[in-house]
Protein backbone atom coordinates (compact mmCIF):
# COMPACT_ATOMS: atom_id res chain seq x y z
CA UNK A 1 0.00 0.00 0.00
CA UNK A 2 1.49 3.37 -0.60
CA UNK A 3 2.24 5.80 1.80
CA UNK A 4 1.26 9.32 2.31
CA UNK A 5 5.63 9.75 2.13
CA UNK A 6 5.63 7.41 -0.91
CA UNK A 7 3.06 9.70 -2.81
CA UNK A 8 4.49 13.25 -1.77
CA UNK A 9 7.68 11.54 -3.49
CA UNK A 10 5.88 10.82 -6.50
CA UNK A 11 4.67 14.36 -6.50
CA UNK A 12 8.10 16.11 -6.40
CA UNK A 13 10.48 14.05 -8.42
CA UNK A 14 7.83 12.51 -10.53
CA UNK A 15 7.04 13.03 -14.85
CA UNK A 16 3.82 15.00 -14.68
CA UNK A 17 1.40 12.59 -14.79
CA UNK A 18 2.47 10.85 -12.34
CA UNK A 19 3.10 13.28 -10.24
CA UNK A 20 -0.56 14.43 -11.11
CA UNK A 21 -2.04 11.28 -10.43
CA UNK A 22 -0.08 10.94 -6.62
CA UNK A 23 -1.33 14.51 -6.09
CA UNK A 24 -4.91 13.16 -6.15
CA UNK A 25 -4.15 9.92 -4.21
CA UNK A 26 -3.25 11.82 -1.37
CA UNK A 27 -7.40 12.84 -0.46
CA UNK A 28 -8.47 9.29 -1.99
CA UNK A 29 -5.92 8.13 0.91
CA UNK A 30 -7.00 9.81 4.06
CA UNK A 31 -10.61 8.95 3.28
CA UNK A 32 -10.19 5.36 2.81
CA UNK A 33 -10.05 2.76 5.01
CA UNK A 34 -6.52 2.27 4.58
CA UNK A 35 -5.11 5.44 6.16
CA UNK A 36 -2.89 4.76 9.28
CA UNK A 37 -2.46 7.24 11.97
CA UNK A 38 0.76 6.28 12.22
CA UNK A 39 2.14 7.83 8.44
CA UNK A 40 0.24 11.01 9.52
CA UNK A 41 3.82 11.35 12.06
CA UNK A 42 5.25 10.22 8.92
CA UNK A 43 4.23 12.67 7.10
CA UNK A 44 4.06 15.78 9.12
CA UNK A 45 7.73 17.09 8.09
CA UNK A 46 6.53 17.30 4.43
CA UNK A 47 3.69 19.39 5.43
CA UNK A 48 5.58 21.46 8.29
CA UNK A 49 8.43 22.18 5.68
CA UNK A 50 6.00 23.07 2.76
CA UNK A 51 7.01 26.43 1.98
CA UNK A 52 10.37 25.48 1.86
CA UNK A 53 9.65 22.63 -0.53
CA UNK A 54 7.50 24.93 -2.67
CA UNK A 55 9.98 27.09 -3.29
CA UNK A 56 12.07 24.53 -4.84
CA UNK A 57 9.42 23.48 -7.86
CA UNK A 58 9.92 25.36 -10.60
CA UNK A 59 7.16 23.44 -12.96
CA UNK A 60 3.73 25.30 -12.52
CA UNK A 61 1.73 21.69 -13.06
CA UNK A 62 3.99 20.05 -10.10
CA UNK A 63 2.96 23.54 -7.82
CA UNK A 64 -0.44 23.20 -8.33
CA UNK A 65 -0.20 18.82 -7.35
CA UNK A 66 1.84 20.02 -4.47
CA UNK A 67 -0.23 22.83 -2.95
CA UNK A 68 -2.93 20.58 -3.84
CA UNK A 69 -1.59 17.93 -2.12
CA UNK A 70 -0.96 20.05 1.37
CA UNK A 71 -4.65 21.89 1.35
CA UNK A 72 -5.42 17.95 2.13
CA UNK A 73 -3.10 17.15 4.46
CA UNK A 74 -2.56 21.11 5.89
CA UNK A 75 -4.56 19.92 9.31
CA UNK A 76 -1.87 17.96 10.29
CA UNK A 77 0.76 21.40 10.53
CA UNK A 78 2.14 22.04 14.10
CA UNK A 79 0.80 24.66 15.73
CA UNK A 80 2.99 25.09 18.22
CA UNK A 81 4.93 28.00 16.19
CA UNK A 82 3.07 31.50 15.58
CA UNK A 83 -0.06 30.13 13.97
CA UNK A 84 0.10 32.58 11.05
CA UNK A 85 3.83 31.88 10.19
CA UNK A 86 2.07 30.12 6.81
CA UNK A 87 0.52 33.27 6.08
CA UNK A 88 2.87 34.50 3.76
CA UNK A 89 3.40 31.46 1.90
CA UNK A 90 -0.83 31.40 1.38
CA UNK A 91 -1.16 34.75 0.21
CA UNK A 92 1.33 33.86 -2.65
CA UNK A 93 -1.07 30.60 -3.35
CA UNK A 94 -3.87 32.70 -3.36
CA UNK A 95 -2.70 35.28 -5.60
CA UNK A 96 -1.45 32.63 -8.22
CA UNK A 97 -2.69 32.43 -11.59
CA UNK A 98 -3.98 28.75 -11.72
CA UNK A 99 -7.30 28.27 -10.19
CA UNK A 100 -6.08 24.74 -8.38
CA UNK A 101 -3.04 26.47 -6.06
CA UNK A 102 -5.75 29.60 -5.20
CA UNK A 103 -8.68 27.20 -4.15
CA UNK A 104 -5.87 25.10 -2.06
CA UNK A 105 -4.82 28.55 -0.26
CA UNK A 106 -8.25 28.86 0.17
CA UNK A 107 -8.74 25.62 2.09
CA UNK A 108 -5.77 26.07 3.71
CA UNK A 109 -6.31 30.04 5.05
CA UNK A 110 -10.21 28.37 5.83
CA UNK A 111 -8.24 25.45 8.08
CA UNK A 112 -6.36 28.40 10.15
CA UNK A 113 -9.46 30.08 10.82
CA UNK A 114 -11.01 27.41 12.93
CA UNK A 115 -8.36 27.98 15.67
CA UNK A 116 -8.23 31.33 15.43
CA UNK A 117 -11.44 32.25 15.96
CA UNK A 118 -12.62 29.56 18.33
CA UNK A 119 -12.60 32.41 21.50
CA UNK A 120 -14.79 34.15 19.52
CA UNK A 121 -17.25 31.32 18.26
CA UNK A 122 -17.34 29.62 22.08
CA UNK A 123 -15.94 31.99 24.54
CA UNK A 124 -15.17 30.64 27.80
CA UNK A 125 -14.43 27.28 25.89
CA UNK A 126 -10.67 25.66 26.26
CA UNK A 127 -9.69 24.90 22.81
CA UNK A 128 -8.01 21.60 22.55
CA UNK A 129 -6.24 22.51 18.58
CA UNK A 130 -3.80 24.69 20.65
CA UNK A 131 -3.00 26.81 23.52
CA UNK A 132 -3.64 30.57 22.00
CA UNK A 133 -4.74 33.25 24.08
CA UNK A 134 -7.56 35.44 22.91
CA UNK A 135 -5.42 38.74 22.69
CA UNK A 136 -2.91 37.02 20.29
CA UNK A 137 -5.74 35.30 18.40
CA UNK A 138 -6.93 38.53 17.99
CA UNK A 139 -3.90 40.43 16.96
CA UNK A 140 -3.25 37.54 14.12
CA UNK A 141 -7.08 37.99 12.65
CA UNK A 142 -6.36 42.12 12.35
CA UNK A 143 -3.33 41.17 10.51
CA UNK A 144 -4.89 38.32 8.45
CA UNK A 145 -7.77 41.02 7.60
CA UNK A 146 -5.77 43.84 6.93
CA UNK A 147 -3.19 41.81 4.87
CA UNK A 148 -6.23 40.72 2.63
CA UNK A 149 -7.47 43.92 2.48
CA UNK A 150 -4.79 45.11 1.07
CA UNK A 151 -5.03 42.80 -1.53
CA UNK A 152 -8.29 43.09 -1.96
CA UNK A 153 -7.63 46.77 -3.15
CA UNK A 154 -4.22 45.77 -5.33
CA UNK A 155 -6.46 42.79 -7.43
CA UNK A 156 -9.73 45.67 -7.91
CA UNK A 157 -10.55 46.51 -10.98
CA UNK A 158 -13.69 48.41 -11.77
CA UNK A 159 -15.85 45.60 -13.31
CA UNK A 160 -16.36 44.16 -10.37
CA UNK A 161 -18.70 46.66 -9.47
CA UNK A 162 -21.26 45.00 -11.46
CA UNK A 163 -21.01 41.86 -8.89
CA UNK A 164 -23.03 41.65 -6.04
CA UNK A 165 -22.12 38.63 -4.85
CA UNK A 166 -18.78 36.61 -4.33
CA UNK A 167 -19.97 33.19 -6.47
CA UNK A 168 -20.80 35.33 -9.75
CA UNK A 169 -17.54 37.07 -9.43
CA UNK A 170 -15.24 35.90 -12.60
CA UNK A 171 -12.46 33.30 -11.27
CA UNK A 172 -9.73 34.85 -10.17
CA UNK A 173 -7.09 36.06 -7.10
CA UNK A 174 -9.70 39.01 -6.33
CA UNK A 175 -12.64 36.16 -6.04
CA UNK A 176 -10.68 33.88 -3.68
CA UNK A 177 -9.03 36.54 -1.46
CA UNK A 178 -13.46 37.67 -1.30
CA UNK A 179 -14.15 34.41 -0.35
CA UNK A 180 -11.66 34.38 2.91
CA UNK A 181 -13.49 37.95 3.74
CA UNK A 182 -16.35 36.64 3.62
CA UNK A 183 -15.35 33.29 5.87
CA UNK A 184 -13.70 35.58 8.21
CA UNK A 185 -17.13 37.48 8.75
CA UNK A 186 -18.60 34.89 9.00
CA UNK A 187 -16.54 32.95 11.24
CA UNK A 188 -16.50 36.16 14.15
CA UNK A 189 -19.68 37.37 13.44
CA UNK A 190 -21.28 40.88 13.50
CA UNK A 191 -20.36 42.37 16.70
CA UNK A 192 -16.51 41.03 16.23
CA UNK A 193 -16.38 42.77 12.58
CA UNK A 194 -18.00 46.00 13.59
CA UNK A 195 -14.40 46.79 16.04
CA UNK A 196 -12.29 45.18 14.11
CA UNK A 197 -13.72 47.57 10.81
CA UNK A 198 -13.58 50.69 13.50
CA UNK A 199 -9.62 49.59 14.22
CA UNK A 200 -9.28 49.75 10.26
CA UNK A 201 -10.51 53.17 10.00
CA UNK A 202 -12.68 53.04 7.47
CA UNK A 203 -16.09 50.64 5.93
CA UNK A 204 -15.16 51.44 2.51
CA UNK A 205 -12.03 50.60 0.41
CA UNK A 206 -11.89 51.79 -3.47
CA UNK A 207 -15.43 52.82 -2.78
CA UNK A 208 -16.90 49.50 -2.06
CA UNK A 209 -18.45 48.40 1.53
CA UNK A 210 -16.41 45.71 2.86
CA UNK A 211 -19.66 43.52 3.20
CA UNK A 212 -20.85 44.55 -0.64
CA UNK A 213 -19.76 41.71 -2.12
CA UNK A 214 -19.85 39.28 0.53
CA UNK A 215 -22.80 36.82 0.61
CA UNK A 216 -22.05 35.66 3.94
CA UNK A 217 -25.02 35.56 6.64
CA UNK A 218 -23.73 38.98 8.44
CA UNK A 219 -23.91 41.01 4.99
CA UNK A 220 -26.82 39.66 4.11
CA UNK A 221 -28.58 41.25 6.67
CA UNK A 222 -26.70 44.70 5.74
CA UNK A 223 -28.61 44.66 3.02
Known amino acids: MTTFVEYFKLILTGEKE ?7 QVRKLLYSS ?23 ISE ?18 MRDSEPDFLFPWLFELIQHENGNVR ?16 HIRCPGEKSSFHDLVADKADRIIFRLYSSLMDAMNDLWKP ?13 GAFKSVQRILSEIRDDCGEKYMKELEK ?11 LAGLCDCEICKKRR
Open 159 to 171: KYSRYKLIDSLPT
Open 103 to 118: QAAVRMFENELGPLTY
Open 199 to 209: RLGSKYMNGIE
Open 18 to 24: ESRDAAR
Open 34 to 56: HAIRSEYEDVRPIINDAPQEYAK
Open 60 to 77: GWRQENFAMAISVLHFLH
